[in-house]
């Protein structure tokens, strides 16, 4: 079956690492995004990697897949408070005009000073 | 990135009557957008699925009478609440992709309420 999992909440420190775990069912996913929503907004693309990608960094963003596991991380690297939002994995099937993509639950990411 | 650009971004209304949201891509042509629905909290709902040029397919459990779906353009997509109630209050936020990709853009969502 499809579904996505991860944790709910995370809570770090201003300035060190967060990372934001995924795990997925389907090992077809063909695409796997990150997409961050900020209160009142809607979804904003943050980076994808290709299934046959072990890794992916952009800037202060490094996803990590593991397929063997059905894995996915996200992390952000100094930490800012710019960054607390909901942090959503999401995978998408083989393509197809009728293909979906699969959301997790979403992980509400909070800075503390 | 592409911009999906949807109208209006907050709507109150009274109960009865139809509410119109429209979904543009400003910048790319999608021939599939989407319409999802967010409770507070929680993840999205995917309601229906718009192909330009023909009928959308909704999920099951939506009431396709309910939630028109029209896909006219390449470029365009408008989802109407239509007799709406209370219940229907929610944050609607519409999707595109690209004709020729896979990347799905988000819209910065509307938020209905229902008096």
């Known amino acids: 079956g499809e579904d996505v999992e991860q944790s709910l909440f995370l809570s770090v420190r201003e300035g060190d690492s967060s990372v934001i775990n995924c795990t997925y069912t389907d090992s077809s996913s063909t695409y796997l995004y990150w997409y961050k929503q900020e209160p009142g907004a809607g979804l904003q693309l943050l980076t994808y990697?290709?299934?046959?990608?072990d890794m992916k960094q952009d800037q202060r963003l490094t996803v990590l897949l593991n397929k063997k596991d059905k894995h996915l991380s996200l992390r952000i690297a100094d930490t800012q408070t710019g960054d607390s939002a909901i942090y959503f994995c999401a995978e998408i099937l083989p393509y197809s005009s009728a293909s979906k993509i699969i959301f997790g639950s979403g992980t509400r990411l909070s800075i503390r000073p | 990135g592409a911009v999906v650009s949807q109208h209006p971004s907050w709507v109150i209304c009274k109960s009865g009557t139809s509410v119109k949201i429209e979904c543009r891509s400003l910048d790319f042509q999608a021939t599939t957008m989407f319409w999802y629905r967010q409770f507070p909290k929680q993840s999205l709902m995917l309601m229906a699925t718009s192909n330009e040029g023909s009928k959308a397919t909704y999920e099951q459990g939506v009431e396709k009478d309910k939630f028109l779906i029209n896909h006219a353009s390449l470029t365009l997509s408008t989802l109407t609440v239509t007799s709406a109630h209370p219940e229907d209050s929610s944050f609607y936020i519409c999707?595109?992709?690209?004709?020729?990709?896979?990347?799905?853009?988000f819209g910065a969502g509307t938020r209905l309420s229902v008096l």
């Open positions: 999707s595109a992709r690209e004709t020729r990709g896979t990347l799905q853009y």
């Open positions: 990697i290709f299934s046959n990608m």
